[in-house]
Each structure stands twice: as structure tokens, then as C-alpha cells.
T-cell receptor, first 113, second 108 residues
Framework: KAGVTQTPRYLIKTRGQQVTLSCSPI?????VSWYQQTPGQGLQFLFE???????NKGNFPGRFSGRQFSNSRSEMNVSTLELGDSALYLC????????????FGPGTRLTVT | DAKTTQPNSMESNEEEPVHLPCNHS???????IHWYRQLPSQGPEYVIH???SNVNNRMASLAIAEDRKSSTLILHRATLRDAAVYYC?????????FGTGTKLQVIP
């Protein structure tokens, strides 16, 4: 079974631009979560989608948004990029919404200049 | 808000058991305790999880305190491939809380 895939793997953007990252979960998984990882803040939860509905949301500004499609693929969008948004963005999928193990993708490394 | 506390780093000799502690004194009754590990340049990898009872799987064991305010991940025989950052995570209905992780060094 194919694992979680994320595209693109690397991205360089300029302050003020917006960016869209994509995540394809493991086949059959309906829950997709997004995380931000930085050296200073560590791993932080962004949001979770289950059956196309956002169920959980972390403490991030409204510039961070996401969506999930009927095939469970998910995208996250960051508008008006700031230097501090430079991070590794990780996507994880699981069978159910809460409590079950998650399978992480390799991440998208976003650099904002 | 619930939070987890882990030692920044630990060392273990190869083929010896390793006990990685995690404190989560503000855990709520419905929070699951998850452990993941992360190798350099990779996404985190699931290790084990539990709610109230101790759990075993092929990778590790999870010992959960009776009051659920702490837990310990047990690697029975550390190998060089176990060198990674180990995260203790509380996963609840409305939130996910990460610890800062413990960097495990395995000495040959």
C-alpha cells in the first residue's frame, strides 16, 4: 500500500505571496492532519480534516487554511507569507478521526525569503 | 491546555533496554497517549499508543501510570536504528499536544 505523499517536497516563496501544499493520504484513510515543524517551536498541530470537514484546529492565524476533497486528498494554503512561516509542513493520515495511529508523509520544506 | 514534558536527550547502550519518560499531568480523561519517533529528514513514525492500560507491540511497550499523569515508552533492546527523536503526544477530540521530544542516542 502506498504511503502518504506530499507535493511539492521543497518550495521557496517570497514574503507576501501565498502557497498551496498538497497531501494524498493512504488509500482508505479518511482523516488528514497537518502539522508545522520548526527548530524553535517544534511540532505544532495545524488542523485536521475528516470526511471533508474540519474537525480540529490548532492555534494558528487565519492565514493558514485547508480543505479536504471527496477522495480524502487535502490541501493547505498559507496566504500573505511571513518569514516565520518557513518550516517543514507535515501531513498525516489515519483511518479514523481520533485516537488511532497516524501515518506521516515526508513533508514539504517551505522557505520564505 | 494539556502539555507533555520530556527530557531533552537520553543515551543507551546497544542491546540494552531504554525507558523514555513523559509527564502529562494535565491530561484529560479522553486523551490518548501516543508515541512517535522521527529520524533526520523524515516524517514522524508511529510507535505505540494507549488510553489507560499498558500496551505492547512489536516495536515497544507503553507503561501508563494509574493516574495517567505520566507514561514510559520502553524499547526492550535498543539498536542503532532506534536512534531518533521520540515524541510523546496527547491526542484528544479537539486538540493534539506535542512534547518537545527526547533525542535518543544509542551507543554501540
Amino acid at each position: 500500500k502506498a504511503g502518504v505523499t506530499q507535493t511539492p517536497r521543497y518550495l521557496i516563496k517570497t514574503r507576501g505571496q501565498q502557497v498551496t501544499l498538497s497531501c494524498s493520504p493512504i488509500s482508505g484513510h479518511r482523516s488528514v492532519s497537518w502539522y508545522q515543524q520548526t527548530p524553535g517551536q517544534g511540532l505544532q498541530f495545524l488542523f485536521e480534516y475528516f470526511s471533508e470537514t474540519q474537525r480540529n484546529k490548532g492555534n494558528f492565524p487565519g492565514r493558514f487554511s485547508g480543505r479536504q476533497f471527496s477522495n480524502s486528498r487535502s490541501e493547505m494554503n498559507v496566504s500573505t507569507l511571513e518569514l516565520g512561516d518557513s518550516a517543514l509542513y507535515l501531513c498525516a493520515s489515519s483511518l479514523e478521526q481520533t485516537g488511532r495511529e497516524q501515518y506521516f508523509g515526508p513533508g514539504t520544506r517551505l522557505t520564505v525569503t | 491546555d494539556a502539555k507533555t514534558t520530556q527530557p531533552n536527550s537520553m543515551e543507551s547502550n546497544e542491546e540494552e533496554p531504554v525507558h523514555l519518560p513523559c509527564n502529562h499531568s494535565t491530561i484529560s480523561g479522553t486523551d490518548y497517549i501516543h508515541w512517535y519517533r522521527q529520524l533526520p529528514s523524515q516524517g514522524p513514525e508511529y510507535v505505540i499508543h494507549g488510553l489507560t492500560s499498558n500496551v505492547n507491540n512489536r516495536m515497544a511497550s507503553l507503561a501508563i501510570a494509574e493516574d495517567r499523569k505520566s507514561s514510559t515508552l520502553i524499547l526492550h533492546r535498543a539498536t542503532l536504528r532506534d536512534a531518533a527523536v521520540y515524541y510523546c503526544i496527547l491526542q484528544g477530540y479537539q486538540k493534539v499536544t506535542f512534547g518537545t521530544g527526547t533525542k535518543l542516542q544509542v551507543i554501540p
